[in-house]
């Protein structure tokens, strides 16, 4: 295992290039499954979730060849399996992503349930009923979902998802691709990996339309041909950056980063006192001085995004005054609090919401990542810490960003990667 291990107060200036989104990458990959042939992906961040997907298709019998400009190449024409085992998908719960493209594709699929992760239960109980809409059965047995299409293959329906879900969403436009007749999702998700998603299957010749609304309506295809895809910028590590330059009254210019997928998060900063504009291929992010106390309530696509709640805490953390954060999408997701407050800040939970505090410094402290976005969040404490900070279990972080002390250190930051002993 290894940690990294920060000396705090340095101000963030410079530039930064924003990778391609974790989150429009994975369903994206899984979508090359619909196409019996070969498919094109670039723009693939460099990232474990990535390594482990690339791994799970290779397990399915799709090829994987990495071409000179660092895009994939991926041919499906040969599947030999249809099954997502548990020791895969324990380790990335997005593997059930491959559920919606196998049942489309072969007819029948067997992937293992997630089981819940750090952050919640996460069931994928909307993923198949949604399915079941198609015409899919669906049995639940030793741990696994058994899922089988109608002898002439998924037809075409009206899924109504009783609450917002990316993952449902994305699952269900990938079955809907290639089921016959037309289909209506509604109550989708909005986030711009949906949008990216739907563009990817577009260039697979697939009818979709609506992506970006509650309602997407799907013409379904025979088959698909291959896809052509360059995957979106990844808003949740720009959002990541911005609070870190925010916090260490720095100054950084995100290329690549789009401020139309962070309207949430430049609203809530601008109020904190953060400028935030474009400039030329992406954004500059500056600040200086104090920080206003600024309430947040995490929401889905456009509301403030869930994956960028606890950066937002750690920002009050040392704004003027108190502000209140509230986590709606998912039931545990303020395990970052604890750790936080053993580096001096002043957070206290009540059920949904955290109540901040501001303090007028943070201090370095050796402290434990518990899942991706709070490790970063610890991370940016570190930078803005008086002293030394030390994130143990640093593989949290390496499943969403990547190469995130040699980014950091480009900036100006001390941070270096140092194996951790069982101690920590
Ligand atoms: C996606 O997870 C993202 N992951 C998450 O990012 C993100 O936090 C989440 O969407 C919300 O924006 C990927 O895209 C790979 P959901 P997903 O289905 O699809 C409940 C990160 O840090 N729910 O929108 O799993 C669920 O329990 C990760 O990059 C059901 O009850 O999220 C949760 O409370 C973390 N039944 C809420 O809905 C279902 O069938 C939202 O979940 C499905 C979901």
């Known amino acids: 295992m290894e940690k990294l291990v920060i000396q705090g107060g340095a101000a963030l200036k410079g530039e930064v290039r924003i990778s391609g989104a974790k989150n429009a990458a994975l369903p994206v990959l899984f979508a090359s499954l619909l196409h019996e042939g070969e ?35 991926l041919d499906a024409s040969r599947l030999l399996s249809n099954e997502a085992p548990y020791d895969l998908v324990r380790k ?18 067997r992937v293992s349930l997630p089981g819940g992760c750090a952050i919640g239960a996460r069931p994928i109980d909307l993923h198949l009923r949604g399915l079941e809409a198609l015409g899919a ?3 639940l047995e030793a741990g696994y979902v058994q899922a089988k299409a109608p002898k002439g293959g998924l037809q075409g329906g009206r899924v109504l998802f009783d609450r917002v879900t990316v993952g449902g969403t994305e699952n269900l436009m990938m079955a809907a ?24 299957l577009r260039s697979m010749g697939a009818q979709i339309s609506g992506d970006g609304t509650s309602v997407i309506e799907i013409e379904g295809s025979e088959s698909l041909g291959p896809m052509d895809h360059t995957v979106i910028p990844d808003r949740i590590e720009a959002g990541t950056y911005m609070a870190a330059a925010a916090l260490t009254q720095g100054n950084v210019k995100l290329h690549g980063a789009r401020l139309e997928h962070l309207d949430a998060l430049i609203s809530k900063m601008a109020q904190a006192g953060v400028e935030v504009r474009r400039e030329g291929d992406g954004l500059r992010v500056r600040h200086h001085g104090e920080l206003h106390a ?60 955290a109540f901040i505090r501001g303090v007028p410094e943070l201090h370095g402290a050796k402290v434990m990542a518990t899942d ?17 900070t030390e994130v ?24 270096q990667r140092v194996p951790q002993d069982w101690k920590g």
């Open 39 to 73: 498919s094109r992906i670039a723009n693939l961040p460099r990232l474990q979730d990535i390594r482990t997907t690339l791994a799970l298709l290779m397990e399915l019998g799709v090829g994987i060849q990495k071409q000179d400009d660092g895009s994939r190449s």
């Open 92 to 109: 990335m719960r997005a593997s059930v992503l491959c559920l919606g493209p196998l049942l489309a594709r072969f007819g029948e699929a």
């Open 137 to 139: 059965s669906i049995e």
């Open 177 to 200: 691709s290639l089921a016959t007749g037309k289909s209506t999702l509604e109550n989708c998700a909005r986030e711009p990996e949906i949008c990216d998603l739907a563009d990817a």
């Open 294 to 353: 600024v309430d947040v309530e995490t929401r889905p696509y456009p509301g403030f995004p869930t994956d960028l709640q606890a950066q937002f805490m750690v920002l009050m953390t040392r704004a003027t005054g108190s502000s209140a954060v509230t986590e709606t999408v998912f039931e545990n997701r303020f395990m970052h609090v604890p750790e936080l407050n053993r580096m001096g800040a002043d957070i206290t939970t009540r059920g949904r919401t």
């Open 372 to 388: 991706l976005r709070a490790s970063a969040t610890l991370v940016i404490a570190g930078l803005a810490a008086i002293d030394t």
């Open 392 to 415: 143990l279990r640093v593989y949290h972080l390496d499943r969403g960003y990547e190469r995130i002390e040699d980014k950091l250190t480009a900036l100006g930051a001390s941070v």
